[in-house]
């Protein structure tokens, strides 16, 4: 029989895919189905890196790349820590992986022993406590309500740290809920950081750009250059730049910590492609009035959203104040019937049915540590967002 290592079991199937598989399954059987489940920028990659990647190939770019990052490449990223977010890093300081996710798997791999605590601010996305168990560590959720904006208060962050917490994630803008944290709230989180020397900060960027209504990201490095001795700060291509499928993340860090996760790396997956690398540094050198055209949309559509969905009984809608994901809370709905008799006992309930009645994938906050609360994606047009709102609507109106 085949034999599936104790470190897989028990690991939750990430609920993203399951909903985008059942999505999936409904269109092969002809249902017109709209997904806002997947958080996947909809907007084409810069054609500077498109150009910069096929220039590459026919220039015979395409042996080895050291592992950490192709020369060109840490330079940009040394260039844009520093411009964009007032971090200084020799490129020795840099790593570059196949996507954000390989940074946090390389970090945890890198430092976590058996039985260490990582607090994960819920709610949160939700690779960071499946890596964090696959390593053998345990994750700490620490609640971050709705009324408080979704933000990590440091009284809870101070209650959640013992002394085996290795890491604190702290990811803002938030996927799933939106919310940033602003310069005094990093304050507040440094302070109780300053209390526990032994805890490392995993600052996972990756929607720095994708801010709302004037509002700007600031790096908790930044706030705090005190900590930066233990502060891993992460980003990538993915989500500001639409390149989601070129795979290439990247992090700035302590010199030891980056030594050790490029020794992960070096035997897990070598230095990524050498084509997406050339196409990263051209992205990162591209006008930045794209990222701003696509911040700008988001931000129109998100407002859309959110009045479609606050206009509903039994849903509360917090504005995101950032990313690209809309995170109503319906505990007004819970206890009710649909249509076609699914009752709704937990949000997992009201996305299932609200996908095979109304035919609108979501995720359900299960899956990101908070319900009851779905989460939808507006990396998707104003039609299909209109008529998602749409679909939503008469669902709720017909639960009895
Ligand atoms: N961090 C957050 C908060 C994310 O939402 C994602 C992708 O969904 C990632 C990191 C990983 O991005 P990638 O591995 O595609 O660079």
Known sequence: T?????????????????????????????????????????????????????????????????????????????????????????????????????VIFNAFM????????????????????IIARMMGGV?????????????????????????RTRWLVLNFPNNPSGAIMERAD????????????????LADEIYEHLTFDGRKHVSL??????LAGRILTMNGMAKAYAMTGWRVGFAGGPLPLIKAMTSVQSNATSGVCTLAQAGAVAALGSPFERVETMRATYQARRDRVVAALRALDGLTCARPDGAFYAYPGISGVIGKTSARG??????????????EEAHVATVPGAAFGMSPHIRLSFAASDAQLDEACRRIADFVRTLR
């Open 110 to 129: 890198a430092t976590l022993e058996p039985g260490d605590e990582v607090i994960v601010p819920a709610p949160y996305w939700v690779s960071y406590p």
């Open 186 to 201: 990093l304050e507040a989180i440094a302070d109780v950081l300053r209390d526990a020397p032994h805890v490392w900060v």
């Open 342 to 355: 699914r009752l709704m006992a937990s949000d997992l309930d009201f996305a299932e049915a609200l996908l």
């Open 139 to 163: 994750p700490v959720e620490v609640p971050c309500h709705e009324a408080s904006g979704f933000r990590l208060r440091p009284l809870a962050l101070r209650a959640a740290i013992t002394p």
């Open 2 to 102: 085949f034999h599936v290592a104790g470190r897989l079991r028990g690991l939750p199937q990430p609920a993203t895919i399951a909903m985008s598989t059942r999505a999936r399954e409904l269109r092969a059987e002809g249902a017109d189905v709209i997904s806002l489940a997947l958080g996947e920028p909809d907007f084409p990659s810069p054609p500077e890196a498109v150009e910069a990647a096929a220039a590459a190939g026919r220039a015979g770019d395409t042996r080895y790349p050291p592992i950490g990052g192709q020369p060109a490449l840490k330079a940009a990223i040394v260039d844009k820590f520093r411009r964009q977010n007032g971090l200084d890093f020799t490129p020795e300081q840099i790593l570059v992986a196949n996507g954000g996710k390989q």
């Open 221 to 226: 490095a930044a706030v705090a250059p005190d």
